[in-house]
RNA sequence: GCUGCAGGUCGCCUUAUCGCUGUCCCGGAUUCGGGAGAGAGGAAAGUCCGGACACCAUAGCACAACAUAGCGGGUAACGCCCGUCAUUCUAUUUAGUUUUUCUAAAUAGGAGCGGACCAGUGCAACAGAAAGCAAGUACAGUUCGGCUGUAGUGAAAUCGGUAAACUCUAUGUGGUGAAAUGUUAUGUAAACCAAGGCUUGAGGGUUGUGCGCCCAAUCUUGGAGGGUAAACAGAUUGAGGUUUUUGGAAACAAAAAUCCUAGAUAAAUGAUAAGGCGUUUGAUGAAUUUCAAACGACAGAAUCCGGCUUACAGACCUGCUUUUUAU
């Protein structure tokens, strides 16, 4: 089961246009310099996540590619904190909004903390 | 070997674990599981030219506007590429000159906004009366007309120069841009679309202008929007790559053999660990010897091709060149 196992493919990406629309409108957010997440609770199986860097604060597209991978890797590697704490389910966007690049390290880190306290 | 220039090629590698996106095979037969194999670039970038493809009379016609500009060739096409002539720049050699300078010729390497001033309009430092249509110095001639010649200024005085001046000539250019466009499924109404009929053509639209064209209201018939930025096609086999042969001075073309090499869509191609490679710095030392640390250029496909332009750590190859050593 993808719920269980270090995977994230395309079933748990945030796809829906409204979707994220609504997010932005009327979802939750959780803050942890550098990072940003909206969150909102859905009724599916799974988590819907996608990832956002600015184009204002990374003008190359290497650099922002870069740092989404990074952003997916953490959720990957911590989603793991929701599954095992609760039943809910939710939509969420994580944010970068940091303006230079950070090891993975401490980019995780700060995703696996804010993943732990939604609710 | 070293210095510089020009052109070309490459532009981190290996293993393990955990992932991502397609493809194929097996099991399941909707979801899913297992296995195999594939998965960014020379510029994918800028979006500056040229095409393929698709749609649209708001698409047509005329003027305007814009682009290009020796000659020959290449190409699907080009503003690109190859060759060549003239021009011009640099270097070398030779000749002329007492020398520097300068001039001429030859050779080598580069550069480029290279049509026309026998249509019209404009512009021209200094000198000069005057750089074009007005004026005028001296002398001489004279058909007595500022008509002709000489002198004088200047590169140039009705002889010309200038089109990186307007302009003229030749050739070319409609617009939009894969979020194009097509197909399929479901299917309430007055909103949307298509076809047809009737009336009015006011007002509006288009690229600057004119013509043309289109849009409106009402009736009839048929189909539809949302859910759903849905799914599939377009979409990756193509002016394709590699090798050989032939033709050609070259760009390039032809033939044969062989290969299939990303196809995502809130957008895959990654992360971690270990080792190696390279560069830099520090220490060590007879020795790039050994050790340690940091860093790994520019940059991420988005319909597809051909160019141009710009960015780029480092490595290698070829040619020319500077200097040194040896023979």
């Known amino acids: 089961m993808s719920s269980q196992n270090l995977t994230f493919n395309s079933s748990e990406k945030l796809k829906s246009r409204k ?3 609504s997010l932005f409108e009327s ?4 803050k942890k310099y550098p990072i940003l997440i909206r969150f909102q609770k859905i009724e ?3 988590n819907s996540v996608g990832v956002s860097v600015s184009k204002r604060n990374f ?12 952003l997916r890797e953490a959720y990957r590697l911590n989603k793991h904190k929701i599954y095992n704490r609760t039943d809910s389910r939710f939509a969420i966007m994580i944010i970068f909004i940091g303006r230079k690049h950070l090891p993975s390290e401490t980019i ?3 995703v696996a903390h804010l993943l732990q306290n939604i609710e």
């Open 44 to 46: 599916t199986e799974l």
């Open 19 to 21: 979707l994220i629309q």
């Open 108 to 110: 995780h880190e700060q």
């Open 27 to 30: 979802g939750q957010s959780l």
């Open 59 to 70: 003008k190359s597209a290497v650099d922002r590619i870069r740092i989404k991978r990074q």
